[in-house]
Structures are given as structure tokens and as C-alpha cells.
């Protein structure tokens, strides 16, 4: 009920408030309209009044305005009922008027509101105002000539009147479509307050854990909030199969480390029992049981190393987003020819020789303040990969071609479809025999981060003529 309440809340402040600017500009309009309107029309009776002036002024000129005769029969022969001409100095003293014979008795006109204009912009109007003569209203029009001015005023009569009122019909037709509007806006608040009910119910669904289906899809409508809506959801499926993978992942992650832990456990165990269990053992026995189980720990201590390490590798992208991180310029050279150093007599009893292509210094950006141990678990964890799974290897090769590490053997290689999980965590090949081997199954997995945590990717390939190669890349 809440949700719907809401929803109807939404619906409601929306269509209120497109109403309440359409009609607030609706209002504006018939305003603007008004003004605009009633302009026009004083514009053209205006207009029609000068041209009479002129018309009054090309008849008779001068000399016949001022003839009394001539002015008053041109007057009443040209002019509509009621219409009074007036004729002026440019000091305000009153010439000639056509309803009044006793011209000086009338008062100075050069202050009023028509003849002020007339003499500034050659012509000029006023509305509504009440002569102090005949003392009624008139709509006063006044033009000014080289000496004089006519002014030509009508009275308000009833087609005056009539005239100069603003027409409505504009008024019915917004009301009209302004009643329009408001059904199309309904309809319209209504569909998308529709919508996103539905769009709600999903969510509410999605955060109390309920069942989803792909119903809510097929109602959204086909267009852009149709398209918002698809990417939401599509965006939630997407995340929720992100959470499950990760589950997944993390649940055999923690299933493999378990399994690899128990076997060198087990058998520290047992061969710790045998010895307990046997105190007249013989030394030499003992002496192997003792070596066993040291072997064994090392085993255990390097699994626990390798996860050590790759936790802190996966905690790098979220330390190197973070704002002014230095970058640290490494060369690489010394510390490839360190793993080599250190592998030098496990190489040795493999048969397995080193060729190194490599410039004399080779510098790398790191984001990492210090970056010597992660560079050297790349080449180190490469190097012990070839030793310990490169069966029937006699080369290794590491060269610099580029901007591209290469870093390859010539051992049996592994089968193709294997390539894709190679950097997978505790990926076997084969797995008994790689725990016989001694491997943790996490080295080439930290090779991957490592390269990831400066920024660089990492591929498998098969050697051409058999073996593995991978190649990796660092930004410059």
C-alpha cells in the first residue's frame, strides 16, 4: 500500500507541476497577447488618423488650413461624425478648430501629451483623454508639418469602443488546448508512473532476496525509459551473477586451499606419529621421517607464502585508485639476472640452459612504491614454472622485443584448451603429477597479478615447435 501511495504521490507532483508551468506560460502568453493586441489596434487608428492628417495637409496646405472657410468645409465635407480637427502652432496656440469658432478662447495646447510627442517624433498619440473643452473623451492623433500641427481626435463611442477591445478568441482556443494538454499529460504521468512501479516492484523484489523472473521485462514499454529500465535490470543480473561467480570462486578457492593443505598436514602427521609411536625406531629412519616432514612444511610454507602474497596482490587495485600515487621507475635487468642466479643450480640438474635477450638496462614504471619483490615474483614464479612442469625442457629464452616480454621454453607444452585456465588458482594440468612435483598451483596465478598490479596483461601461447611461451607487457 505504502509503495503504491508513493507511486501515486509521483504521479501526482508530476503532472501538477507540468501543468503549473504550462499554465503559468499560458497566462504569460495571454497577457503578452493582450498587450500585443490592444497596441495593434491603437496602431492602426492611429495610423488611419495620420493619414487623414496628411491627407488634410496635401488638400488644402497651408494657406487653406489657415482659411477659416476652407478648413471648416474641407472638415466637414472629409471627416467621420463626431471627429474634431484641431490645427496648432508649433508654440501650442490653437489655429483652427473644427467645432470651435472661438479660437482664442481655447488654452494652450503645446503641453499636452499628443503635441509633445508630435514635436519630438513628428507625430504622436494619447488614449482616453477627456477635453476640457467639450469636456469628453477622445483618442487624440497629432502630426506636426514644417509650422503647424494637426491634431485629429475621435470620440469614444460605442464602435470605438468596440474597436479597441482585444479580441478573446485566443483566450478559448489556450483554454482549449491547455484542456488537451492536461488529458495527453495524464495519460502520459500516468504511463510512466506506471512503469516505474514496475520497475520498483523489481527492485523491492531484488533487495527483500524474493524469486525474480523476466516478466517485468516484457511489460516496460519500448522506448527510452523502456531502455533505462532494460540496463537497470540488466545491470542487476549482470551483478548478481558477479556475487554468485565470486561465491563460486571463492568457495572452491577455499576448497582447493584446504585439500592442498591437508596433504603436506597428513603427512606431517603421519610420519610424526610413526616416530612417537616407535622410539626404538632406527636413526637412519628417523633421520628420513625427519626429512619428510621438513620437506613437507616447506611445501605447506610455501602454499602459504604464494597466498600470502596473492592477497596482497589482489588488495593492490584498490590501493593504487587511490588519488597522488608516485610512480617508481625500476630497472629490470638486474633483477631478471638475480632469479637466473638463484635458479642457477636447480636449472643445472634439470639440464636446462638460459638464453637472455635483453638491453643493458631496461628501465619500468611502477605505481608501486616498491616495486623489486613483485617484479622478481613474475620471472621467478616463470622460471620455476619451466623447471618444475617443462618436461623434457632444455631451454628457456627471456627477450625484450617491442615494448614485449617473451618468456618461453621448449618443453612438451600443454594442449590448447588448457591455455585459458593456466593463470586460473590451483589450475593443474595434471594434477597428481603436479604435486608430486611440489607445486603450490598459484605461481603463474601471482605472475598474472603481479603484471595486473603494474598496469600490464599477460598471455599464453604454445611455442612454436612445442613448448609455452608467455608474453606480458608494462605501461611505459
Avoid at 292 to 301: K, L, P, V
Wanted: net charge neutral; charged share 25%; hydrophobic share 35%.
Amino acid at each position: 500500500m505504502a509503495t503504491v501511495l508513493r507511486n501515486k504521490s509521483f504521479q501526482r507532483n508530476l503532472f501538477f507541476s507540468i501543468v503549473s508551468i504550462f499554465i503559468l506560460f499560458a497566462v504569460c502568453f495571454g497577457i503578452y497577447q493582450h498587450q500585443r493586441e490592444k497596441v495593434y489596434k491603437i496602431d492602426i487608428l492611429n495610423t488611419r488618423l495620420q493619414m487623414f492628417n496628411y491627407k488634410t495637409m496635401r488638400s488644402l496646405g497651408e494657406q487653406g488650413i489657415l482659411c477659416d472657410s476652407t478648413f471648416l468645409a474641407y472638415t466637414k465635407a472629409h471627416s467621420i461624425e463626431g471627429m474634431r480637427v484641431t490645427v496648432i502652432d508649433t508654440n501650442g496656440k490653437v489655429l483652427q478648430d473644427s467645432d470651435d469658432n472661438k479660437i482664442d478662447s481655447l488654452s494652450n495646447h503645446l503641453k499636452r501629451h499628443e503635441v509633445q510627442k508630435a514635436l519630438i517624433h513628428g507625430s504622436g498619440y494619447d488614449i482616453k483623454r477627456t477635453s476640457e473643452t467639450t469636456h469628453e473623451t477622445y483618442f487624440y492623433s497629432a502630426t506636426k508639418f514644417k509650422n503647424l500641427i494637426i491634431r485629429t481626435a475621435v470620440p469614444y463611442s460605442t464602435e470605438l469602443t468596440e474597436f479597441l477591445q482585444t479580441d478573446y478568441s485566443y483566450i478559448y482556443y489556450t483554454i482549449f488546448l491547455t484542456f488537451l494538454l492536461v488529458i495527453v499529460l495524464y495519460w502520459n504521468t500516468s504511463r510512466i508512473s506506471r512503469h516505474i512501479e514496475h520497475l520498483r516492484e523489481f527492485a523491492i523484489k531484488a533487495e527483500n532476496g524474493e524469486k525474480l523472473d523476466h516478466e517485468l521485462e516484457r511489460r516496460l514499454p519500448n522506448d527510452e525509459l523502456g531502455d533505462i529500465s532494460h540496463t537497470i535490470i540488466t545491470l542487476y543480473w549482470k551483478l548478481r551473477h558477479s556475487e554468485e561467480d565470486k561465491a563460486r570462486i571463492k568457495r572452491q578457492l577455499t576448497q582447493n586451499a584446504a585439500h592442498e593443505l591437508k596433504t603436506p598436514a597428513m603427512s606431517i602427521h603421519g610420519y610424526i606419529e610413526s616416530i612417537l609411536d616407535n622410539p626404538n625406531m632406527p636413526s637412519e629412519k628417523r633421520q628420513y621421517f625427519l626429512e619428510r616432514c621438513f620437506a613437507q612444511s616447506e611445501r605447506m610454507n610455501r602454499l602459504l607464502m604464494n597466498m600470502a602474497q596473492l592477497t596482497r596482490l589482489d588488495e593492490m587495485p584498490m590501493i593504487l585508485s587511490q588519488p597522488a600515487k608516485q610512480v617508481t621507475h625500476v630497472d629490470i635487468v638486474p633483477i631478471i639476472k638475480n632469479v637466473l642466479e638463484d635458479t642457477a643450480l636447480q636449472l643445472d640438474e634439470k639440464g636446462i640452459q638460459h638464453e637472455v635477450e635483453l638491453p643493458e638496462k631496461l628501465m619500468i614504471s611502477s605505481p608501486l612504491s616498491d616495486p623489486e619483490e613483485t617484479l622478481y615474483s613474475i620471472f621467478r614464479n616463470l622460471v620455476d614454472n619451466a623447471i618444475f612442469y617443462a618436461t623434457g625442457a632444455s631451454l628457456i629464452r627471456i627477450s625484450f622485443k617491442d615494448g614485449e616480454f617473451s618468456f618461453s621454453d621448449n618443453g612438451i607444452g600443454v594442449s590448447p584448451k588448457h591455455l585459458p585456465y593456466l593463470f586460473e588458482r590451483f589450475y593443474r594440468v595434471d594434477k597428481g603429477r603436479s604435486r608430486k612435483m611440489g607445486g603450490t598451483g598459484l605461481g603463474l596465478a601471482i605472475v598474472k597479478n603481479a603484471v595486473a598490479a603494474h598496469g600490464g596483461t599477460i598471455t599464453a601461447h604454445t611455442t612454436p615447435g612445442g613448448g609455452l611461451t608467455f608474453k606480458f607487457t608494462f605501461p611505459s
